[in-house]
């Protein structure tokens, strides 16, 4: 086998670059993460604390959310929560997005499987069983709620600010898909205060 040594430099080259931003970043995590400081965390933990409220009626079947019946098996998505739930161990804004897009990416996973049943085995599939944007944003807000990470908005706040400029295409959508989802949530927070 004849290994290019041009994609092999290029992949060295991006993970130079990889490690390079992970050890920027953790030099200067708490300037960056929380620039606003106390008043930042407090707003944090007050939407935190709005979400742990929320959670006790956040139901499947939520005016606000309805989830589709033929994915109600597969909640609450503990798998894409699982992804949510490493957004603290990361500190650099694309470990973070990895998280994040991770979580989305494996909701569509689960979502395709719900949707198909078994013809996913066997390899067959059917247009209509093919989940789509309305089927993934109620699945996402709903695993949001129920997952609940820390410092979601400081999260999505310094992800917007130092965001790859190279972030495109599928990984764009699912991160304008969280990003709409959050804002979603906020404003099913506004209406129950």
Request: proline share 6%; hydrophobic share 40%.
């Amino acid at each position: 086998a004849v290994v290019s040594t041009q994609s092999t430099g290029e992949e060295h080259l991006k993970e130079v670059m990889r490690l390079a931003e992970v050890s920027f970043f953790c030099l200067l995590f708490n300037n960056a993460f929380l620039p606003n400081g106390e008043a930042q965390l407090q707003k944090d933990m007050m939407f935190r604390e709005r979400l742990t409220e929320l959670q006790s009626i956040a139901t499947l079947d939520h005016p606000d959310i309805q989830v589709p019946a033929r994915y109600h098996r597969e909640a609450p998505w503990t798998p894409a929560q699982y992804h949510l739930n490493l957004l603290p161990a990361f500190k650099s804004p694309s470990g973070k997005l990895s998280c994040i897009l991770s979580c989305v990416f494996t909701i569509f996973k689960l979502l395709f499987i719900g949707a198909s049943g078994l013809t996913v085995l066997d390899g067959t599939t059917d247009e209509s069983s093919v989940p789509g944007a309305d089927d993934l944003m109620p699945v996402l807000i709903y695993t949001i709620i129920h997952c609940n990470p820390p410092n979601l908005l400081s999260t999505i706040e310094y992800i917007n600010c130092f965001l790859p400029r190279n972030i495109s295409g599928q990984d764009q959508y699912m991160w304008m898909q969280f990003s709409g989802a959050v804002e979603f949530i906020k404003t099913m927070l506004q209406r129950s205060t």
